[in-house]
């Protein structure tokens, strides 16, 4: 299946309003955040404008550097202020390195599909030896581009997110919050006194153990009680 390039085009100037949101909603400079990104304040406009489009790996240190999840840059809704966590680790060696891991993952995830570097590559509109040299991490890889080759490829652009780096984890301790705030009044309260610990601890064993072992605790807990 090919890619309309429109789409992408579209996808970008999306993006940029996304990221100019996101700004503004930090109260960030445009020089701040391309400090932070490691790009010239220009190339960051560019971004804002929908001209050019930031790789996975630099939305995401954007991301944590505006104080905001990620999965911002996938909806259509303008976010409240937020607070930014400090930057205490070297962007570009981050960024290198979340970029290899997409290529490594973009070569596998081709591979067991069966599909050759060229029939992707024709799919989203790249020559191949461009998609060679982003499966290598030699390339960045625009996030519009990125969502191309995920939808030839028929796989979500989740799979490709940080989980494990400190953008990662920052990012599902955001995600924790939020699901703690969805929670009943009378939960969270539960959850938070210390004194309940040991039951909230016994729920996470038991939530860990198979189907066979928890009738087996449930049976012998009818036998006590008979």
């Known amino acids: 299946m090919s890619i309309n390039p429109t789409v992408m085009t ?26 932070t990104l490691q790009v010239s304040p220009q190339d960051f406009e560019a971004f804002e404008l929908g001209e050019k489009s930031p790789s996975l790996p630099k939305l995401e240190v954007l991301a944590y550097f505006l ?27 981050l ?47 625009p996030l519009p581009v990125l969502e191309a080759v995920c939808t030839t490829l028929g796989r979500p652009i989740d799979e490709f ?13 955001q995600q924790s919050v939020q699901e703690y705030l969805k929670l009943p009044e009378e939960l969270q309260a539960f959850i938070t006194k210390p004194i309940n610990r040991p039951y909230l601890e016994l729920a996470h064993r038991l939530s860990e153990m198979s189907v066979d072992k ?13």
């Open 67 to 93: 104080g905001i999840p990620v999965d911002h840059f996938w909806g259509n809704k303008a976010i409240s202020e937020n607070g930014s966590p400090a930057l205490n680790f070297d962007i570009n060696q």
């Open 95 to 141: 960024a290198g390195l979340r970029q290899r891991m997409i290529g490594a993952l973009l070569r596998q995830v081709r591979e067991q599909s069966e599909l050759t570097l060229e029939a992707v590559a024709e799919g989203v509109g790249i020559p191949a030896d461009q998609l060679e040299a982003i499966e290598l991490g030699e390339d960045e890889l």
């Open 214 to 226: 928890l009738r087996a605790v449930g049976e012998g807990i009818l036998e006590i009680t008979l």
């Open 161 to 173: 997110i940080d989980k494990y780096g400190p953008v990662g984890v920052w990012s599902n301790q």
């Open 10 to 35: 579209i996808r970008a100037k999306k993006l940029g309003v996304l990221i100019r949101d996101a700004r503004l909603a930090s109260r960030r400079r445009i020089e701040d955040c391309a400090e």
